[in-house]
Structure formats: C-alpha cells, structure tokens
C-alpha cells in the first residue's frame, strides 16, 4: 500500500484471473461463501485487500448472480469490504472451450511437462481468444483512467496483455504466469505458440516463479518471434515495446492472518486425531492439495508402500491423510486420476491395514483454510511431491502454521519452493525409494533437528513474505512509469 501511495499515487488497482476469490454458491436453500482451493487466491486476496481496487474473475458459484449489484459487482470480503469484485459471466460453450478445453488440456500438461499428452482444438482455441477479448472489455470498462495498473494472473489469459495494451496504451500490464514455462522445445508443440508469445508480450512486466522460467520464456521468444533480448536488463523489445522478464518467487502472507484464532499445536493434535480416529502413538503425515495429476499424489503413495514393505515397524504406526479438493472434474484425465487414487487407497489399506488402522485416508472434499491450517499444526510431516510445480504454497503454508517449530517437510525438487526451503528433505517424486529413505529421515529425526529446520524455514517465508512479492512488482513498475513519463516528456 506505501509503494502504491509514494510511488504510483492515484494508480487504479485492477486484478483479473480466472478463480474468484470468493464463492457464493447454494447449498440446502442457504448462500454458502467458499474460498476456494488455489494457491493464486492464497496469495493475490491479501495484496488486493491492503491494496483495495477492483479484482475481475470468472462467477462460477451457484448463487453469484444473486450476490452481486445491477453491474455484476459485490464488495468483499463480506465482513470487512475493501475491495470490488466484478464477477464475468462465462456460458457452457466459453467455460468448456477456453477453461476446461485450452487452458487445462492444452497449456496446463504443456507447461507442467508431466507426461499427460496436451490436447489443442481449433474450437477452443477460438473459445479462448474470445473470452480473452471478454475480460478485456471489462477491464477497458472497469479502468477510471487511462493508466491503471493491471495484474493479469496465469494460464488463462496469454492474449489478454496485448488486447488490453492496444486499448489503454499507458497502462502498467503485470502478467504474472503461476505454473512453470516449458523449454522452447516443447512450448513449440502448442500451435499457436507465436500468438501466445505476441499476447504476452503486451504487458511491461512478465513475472514467473523461478529464473530458470524466465530463460525457458526468454528462448522461446528468441526461437520464434523477431525479438531484441536485452539479457543485461532482463527485457525484451519486440513491436516497438519493451517488456521486462523476471522472477518473482511468490509467498504466503506473513504471519497467516488465521493463525491468530487457532488453537494451540496441541489442541490442534487432539481435535484432528479425534476425528481421523487416530491413535495417540500413530504419526501423521499429510498431503493438500487439489486432485490433480501434476501434484504426485499416486507417486507419495507408491512410496509409502516401500517404506511399509522396507520398514514394517511403521505398519499400525503412521498414518497417511490425503486432503484432496476436487478440481476440474469433468475432464477425463482428472477423473482417470481420482479413479486409480481410491485404487491405490484401498490396496495400501488392504496389504497393511488391520483391525480398525489404516495406513492411508483420502478425504476428497473442499477443505476450508481454517481445517487446513488445523491439519497442519497436527501433523508429524508433509508431504509436497509434485512432478512439476510453479511455486507450491502448502510447503509454505504448512512451514508458516508450525509456530511450535516442530514437523518435517518433504519436498520435490521439481516445485518451485525447494529452491527457497533448503532446510526441507528435497526429494525426487519419480524416485520411490528415494522418497521412502526420505520418510523413514523424517518419522527418526530428532525434535532438536527439526526444530532449527523449521526455525530457518519460517524465517525464509517471513522474509519472502507475499507483500515483498508484490511490492516487488509494483516497484519494478514504478521505475518503468517514471521512466517513460521521463521520455514523453524530454521529447
Ligand atoms: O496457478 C495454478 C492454478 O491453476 C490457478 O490458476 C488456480 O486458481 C488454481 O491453480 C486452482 O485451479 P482452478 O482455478 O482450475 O481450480
């Protein structure tokens, strides 16, 4: 808010993503508020609500059409209104094409390189400029002036930088691309990789997780447009226009607003063993995230069937929960995952499980944060293994509830977060073994050990808190403004 006030005076906030941050949907004839399962929301609503502004996002609840204003608008949070959501209304054709069809058929296995083969139709294609266009005349719409400041967030919306540009030609654009950028080889499968790039290109700012996705970015650029790249100045010029390329690794807020209104790690401990039906000897070890294929989810199973097989003390002595939001469920490869995940349970349960005790315990259901963070402060361990990940908030959020410094994390080299929390047991997700060596360290490691693990990971997220990530950004815009304003002026 003080970079904004100091360095941007005056400038309009404006957020578009796909995912609300808040839900409104119908339940038993009641309006029901849900926030949903992404690690976008986890970190944007914070900055949005210091910021306030107006945040523009696909309405998908059952009851948004009932919550907003005459102009598709409503104020939230609902308790504490500080900023403006406006809802976009999306029919089956536009949600099927541009949602379901290219953004998580075709770029999202494309980017994360998971091995789940992209599926690219012209008709969606289609779809997913047209909604792209969509949200860009909302934004034009929304925009008070000429010159806002729009955060455009992820996958969804490669065209949308360039639509907007050509129509508020001063605005600060800052894309930021949550999930991973592929090498330059395997992004030129997608075929319409030069529109995408050209889409992109229309924003000052493009921001990824990691630098070793920007230089995937910056490649492809360089293999498939005529393009000047400035390594020096991490920029790109391309018609006419620079955009600057760089990380930003993306965080939690610091401390967890929630935090405050939980109970101790050790009410938390009794309340979740109460209700899983652990008993009081059982370690748990836990696994967040959404039913999807890039989250290693069977690869953690797989490894907790050689540990069990490697280390049968643990057999009747750990327990695995599994909290798995359903996400994106109509599409084939998601349903084939959820499918073969209840397989895998009740085999693992079957071999090693007896007389009441199982090993593992999925629970596919929408989890609120408040339940989340709970599970955390209770747990012995975390496991974080995906094939592919931009960032990877859980680690984070797991790190960031664990105020007692106890617990251990386990985490996938190929996720974001391992190159910030080195103090976790860094795993290869493909390698079984590996993982099960990993947990058999973990259930065996001392409190003092994890103790000063836990303690320099909680400092590295305090840190590299989500309101440095953002003033990040907004700084790096500052400077931009300021220097083309500089130029107008001088000619
Ligand atoms: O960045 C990953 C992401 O796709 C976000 O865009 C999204 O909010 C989150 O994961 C959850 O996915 P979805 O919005 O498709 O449920």
Partial sequence: RRILADELPDAQVIVVSNREPYIHNLKDGEIELIVPASGLVSALEPITRACGGTW???????????????????????????????????????????????????????????????????SDWETYEAVNRKFADIVVREARNQRPIVLVQDYHFALLPRMIRA?????????????????????????WREKILDGLLGSSIIGFHTQFHCNNFTQSVDRFLESRIEREDAAISYGGQASLVHAYPISIEWPPALLE??????????????????????????????????????????????????HPEWIGK???????????????????????????????????????????????????????????????????TSLHDGMNLVAKEFVAARDDEQGVLLLST??????????????????????????????????????????????????????????????????????????????
């Fill in 167 to 191: 129509r508020l030609p001063e605005a600060i654009i800052i894309t930021f691309w949550h999930i991973p950028w592929p090498n330059s080889e395997v992004f030129s499968i997608c075929p």
């Fill in 261 to 310: 209104s939980l109970p101790p790690v050790a009410d938390c401990r009794r309340a979740v063993r109460r209700k899983y039906g652990l008993a009081d000897d059982v370690r748990l070890c836990v696994g967040v995230e959404r039913l999807d294929y890039t989250k290693g989810i069977l690869d953690r199973f797989h490894a907790l069937e050689d540990l069990f097989e490697r």
């Fill in 56 to 122: 523009i996002a696909y309405g998908g609840g059952s009851a948004d059409r009932l919550t907003v204003d005459a102009n598709d608008r409503v104020q939230v949070p609902p308790d504490n209104p500080s900023y403006v959501l406006r809802r976009v209304w999306l029919n089956q054709k536009e949600h099927d094409g541009y949602y379901l069809g290219f953004a998580n058929e075709g770029l999202w296995p494309l980017c994360h390189i998971v091995f789940t083969r992209p599926v690219f139709r012209a």
């Fill in 414 to 491: 190929f996720a974001g977060a391992s190159k910030e929390l080195l103090e976790a047991l860094i795993v290869n997700p493909y390698d079984a073994a590996m993982m099960a060596d990993a947990l058999q360290q973990a259930l065996t490691m001392p409190a003092d050990e994890q103790q000063s693990r836990m303690r320099r990971m909680r400092e590295i997220v305090r840190d590299n808190n989500v309101y440095r990530w953002a003033g990040s950004m907004l700084l790096d815009a500052a400077r931009l403004r300021k220097r083309s304003d500089t130029e107008r002026v001088t000619t």
């Fill in 318 to 384: 750990l327990t695995f929960l599994q909290i798995a939001a359903p996400s994106r469920g109509t599409l084939p490869a998601y349903r084939r995952l959820h499918e073969e995940c209840v397989r895998c349970v009740e085999d693992l349960n079957r071999r090693f499980g007896h007389d009441g005790y199982k090993p593992v315990l999925m629970v596919a259901e929408h989890h609120s944060q408040r339940r989340v963070y709970e599970i955390y402060r209770a747990a012995d361990l975390c496991m974080v």
